[in-house]
């Protein structure tokens, strides 16, 4: 593999990188919480199936809410996923509560000292930078063409690095390699990949359950673990992680 030299980085070794993630993070705190998850494929497909026939499993994970501090919600509900999620409340006959987890921060990753001066959608579109894109349905490509829809210019206006990158590491790989020039994804896959992070927003993760399940010794447990110190020192650990509301009702039906 040859050194790129655009932006004067060394070429890291051939191998995908680490995917430290959403999901991660959520398995190293359930870690230091002394919970375990039991993994009920069945069950949790057999609920599906009660919402909505033949869906699979990551299509209730599809639904995302992107807001920033102060502002409407750049990317909403999609009307599939709110519809399932309603659906949902229907299923669970009106006894459910929304829990608040954390939110993560999103963002631009460039290269460091971010030589395009790269700040928005409109100067990656203005300098005919390359960005790297996720696969359709992915939140950051939600986000990006929100981002787009905002600033009325379409994704054909774009210089878009090629492949898709399935997850947030391969976009920040196809920047170190000199692929692409920038792209969305987490401030943690910033910092791990040592590129620096243009902030764009925030987005919530919430856990949604029955009212008299909330009451339960495991789950109160939990709700301790998200409200102290020891949550919050690893969410610091990992970056770009906002843990101030986590333990909080967020709705009740």
Same mark, same amino acid.
């Given at each position: 593999?040859? *050194?790129?030299?655009?932006?004067?980085?060394?070429?890291?070794?051939?191998?995908?990188?680490? !995917? /430290?993630?959403?999901?991660?993070?959520?398995?190293?705190?359930?870690?230091?919480?002394?919970? /375990?998850?039991?993994?009920?494929?069945?069950?949790?497909?057999?609920?599906?199936?009660?919402? =909505?026939?033949?869906?699979?499993?990551?299509?209730?994970?599809?639904?995302?809410?992107?807001?920033?501090?102060?502002?409407?919600?750049?990317?909403?509900?999609?009307?599939?996923? %709110?519809?399932?999620?309603?659906?949902?409340?229907?299923?669970?006959?009106?006894?459910?509560?929304?829990?608040?987890?954390? %939110?993560?921060?999103?963002?631009?990753?460039?290269?460091?000292g971010?030589?395009?001066?790269?700040?928005?959608?409109?100067?990656?579109?203005?300098?005919?930078? %390359?960005i790297?894109?996720?696969?359709? #349905?992915? #939140?950051?490509?939600?986000?990006?063409?929100?981002?787009?829809h905002?600033?009325?210019?379409?994704?054909?206006?774009?210089?878009?690095? *090629?492949?898709?990158?399935?997850?947030?590491?391969d976009?920040?790989?196809?920047?170190?390699?000199?692929?692409?020039?920038?792209?969305?994804?987490?401030?943690?896959?910033a910092?791990?990949?040592?590129?620096?992070?243009?902030?764009?927003?925030?987005?919530?993760?919430?856990?949604?359950?029955?009212?008299?399940?909330?009451?339960?010794?495991?789950?109160?447990?939990?709700?301790?673990?998200? !409200?102290?110190? =020891?949550?919050?020192?690893r969410?610091?650990?990992? #970056?770009?992680?906002?843990?101030?509301?986590? #333990?909080?009702?967020?709705?009740?039906?």
């Amino acid at each position: 593999m040859q *050194t790129p030299r655009r932006w004067g980085l060394k070429a890291p070794p051939h191998r995908r990188p680490s !995917r /430290r993630s959403r999901r991660a993070f959520q398995h190293s705190c359930l870690g230091l919480s002394g919970l /375990r998850v039991a993994a009920d494929t069945q069950r949790v497909r057999d609920a599906i199936d009660v919402v =909505e026939p033949g869906r699979e499993q990551r299509d209730l994970q599809d639904a995302s809410i992107v807001e920033a501090d102060g502002a409407e919600p750049i990317v909403e509900l999609r009307r599939d996923s %709110r519809r399932i999620f309603r659906d949902l409340l229907d299923v669970l006959e009106h006894d459910a509560v929304l829990i608040a987890l954390w %939110r993560r921060e999103q963002g631009f990753l460039v290269p460091p000292g971010n030589p395009l001066k790269l700040g928005s959608i409109e100067d990656v579109s203005r300098t005919r930078a %390359r960005i790297a894109v996720r696969p359709k #349905g992915a #939140g950051a490509q939600l986000l990006l063409l929100a981002l787009l829809h905002r600033a009325n210019i379409s994704l054909d206006q774009l210089t878009v690095a *090629t492949p898709l990158c399935p997850i947030g590491p391969d976009i920040a790989q196809a920047i170190r390699v000199g692929r692409a020039d920038t792209g969305i994804a987490t401030r943690g896959v910033a910092a791990s990949a040592g590129l620096d992070f243009v902030p764009i927003t925030w987005e919530s993760f919430d856990l949604v359950m029955r009212q008299h399940d909330y009451f339960k010794p495991s789950m109160q447990t939990l709700f301790n673990f998200l !409200r102290s110190e =020891e949550f919050a020192t690893r969410a610091a650990e990992f #970056g770009g992680y906002d843990v101030s509301v986590a #333990g909080t009702v967020r709705f009740v039906s």
